[in-house]
């Protein structure tokens, strides 16, 4: 029986994994640069900890959440998203003294939903979280940083959408409304959104589904309902954003699949594919809701799997040249290791091939991509030299030399100066 990877878990290597490191390469550079701090939460929390935080009615909790009770009677679960062990880690190590405090992760997210094209179950998430400022201008550098981030990495196919939840006052008024609105239209929604109806009308807004979409387009505007003092802050927070330059759409559908949410949401969305790259927003009530001070916070996590899907090859870095290091029986492989050490130790890739025939090992020697065979047979040992074939190189593929063994360190830094020059 062969062994598969888990449903909608991959293993991420080769070029896949030189881009997720480049990306969250970029990501740090650029969240230092706004002074963010990194942090690495773990993988697994107490289950409590997202239930109460991204609420008991949203699909992540209610349907995808990997939980289960671990040897010690206790229910944990893989983390699905990243700001609430964050937060609890800034509440668990007393980070709070410290605030304003902006920290940034990123890893492993899991979510049990239905595998598809950009959708999986082990995912990985980059993100970032500024709290304990709250200010329109919080949220606008938080919203540019995420702009920054994929300029760095030369994507420019994506819009960002921009609504506002409002303060709790807000949220409340306006939940009487679309509860009034919903109502009347109670029999025409679908199943999970009759059940939204009972316990969080808000994420109606957010459902898929065609008939209730086709509903909600007629439902009144959370923007009708905004009270003066969110009001304001949204109109800060778009005009910061014109300020910077950021395009942006207004999206006064754009809810968010969390509860914790509140003022200013946003997501960016790719225009090549569907589902959105990125997704955050304010949160004023989560630091209370663990237990900290009554301070907000903003954050936006990306999808990795999506910014990867949007980067080009061009990202991974090109292989400086590479060695393969060929005795031609076991006669000479004591030289040859000494050769390969050499070439490491002057911090230059190489490979030690001696499996098979000659040609076996030139063969092996082309598909690892190496540059340079240096071959070392019975003569060459006599005579303390190196048989050199150029594999790769254009002018000189297929040209064979002979070295001074004592030249090797020399030779080999010529020619890589040489193919860098090029
Ligand atoms: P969310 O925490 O749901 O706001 O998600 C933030 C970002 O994570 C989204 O914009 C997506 O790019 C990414 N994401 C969320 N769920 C998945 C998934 N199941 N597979 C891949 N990426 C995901």
Not at 68 to 84: M, Q, Y
Not at 278 to 285: L, V
Not at 329 to 356: K, W
Request: proline share 3%; net charge neutral.
């Amino acid at each position: 029986m062969l062994f598969r990877a888990v449903r909608g878990m991959k293993d991420l290597f080769d070029t896949d994994w030189e881009k997720y490191h480049y990306i969250v390469e970029q990501a740090i550079k650029l969240g230092k640069q706004h002074g963010y701090k990194i942090i690495e939460t773990p993988i697994l929390e107490y289950t409590d900890v997202f239930q109460r935080s991204i609420g008991d009615e949203t699909d992540v909790v209610s349907k995808e959440m990997y939980t289960f009770i671990d040897r010690g009677e206790e229910s944990v679960t893989l983390r699905p998203e990243g700001t609430a062990g964050v937060i609890r880690a800034v509440i668990t190590n007393n980070l709070v003294q410290n605030l304003p405090i902006k920290l940034m992760y990123h890893g492993p997210m899991f979510r049990y939903d239905r595998p598809q094209k950009g959708r999986y179950r082990q995912f990985h998430q980059i993100g970032f979280e500024h709290i304990g400022d709250k200010s329109p201008y919080a949220d606008a550098l938080a919203i540019s940083l995420a702009f920054n981030i994929l300029s760095s990495l030369g994507i420019i196919d994506f819009k960002i959408c921009i609504n506002t939840l409002g303060d709790d006052e807000t949220k409340k008024s306006y939940g009487k409304a679309i509860v009034k609105f919903f109502s009347r239209h109670k029999e025409d929604l679908s199943e999970d959104s009759q059940r939204r109806l009972e316990k969080n009308p808000l994420r109606i807004l957010d459902s898929k589904d065609n008939k209730d979409r086709e509903i909600c387009s007629m439902a009144p505007l959370m923007t009708d309902y905004l009270n003066k003092e969110s009001g304001n802050y949204f109109d800060k927070v778009c005009d910061l954003l014109k300020q910077f330059g950021i395009p942006y759409e207004l999206d006064n559908f754009l809810v968010r699949g969390l509860d914790y949410y509140s003022h200013t949401a946003f997501e960016i969305l790719s225009l090549k594919s569907s589902g959105a790259i990125c997704g955050g927003g304010r949160y004023d009530k989560l630091v209370q809701e663990f237990g900290g001070p009554d301070v907000s916070g903003i954050g936006f996590a990306f999808g990795a799997e999506r910014v990867m899907n949007l980067l080009g090859n061009s990202v991974i870095p090109s292989q400086k040249c590479k060695f393969a290091v060929i005795p031609i029986s076991d006669n000479e492989c004591d030289i040859a290791l000494q050769v390969l050490r050499e070439l490491h130790n002057s911090a230059l890739s190489a490979e030690f091939i001696h499996n098979g025939t000659i040609s076996k090992k030139m063969k092996i020697a082309y598909r690892l991509m190496c540059d340079i065979a240096l071959i070392i047979g019975e003569t060459e040992k006599n005579n303390q030299t190196i048989t050199v074939k150029f594999m790769r190189d254009n002018n000189d593929k297929g040209k064979m030399i002979t070295i001074d063994l004592s030249m090797l360190s020399s030779f080999a830094k010529y020619y890589i100066s040489k193919s860098i020059s090029k």
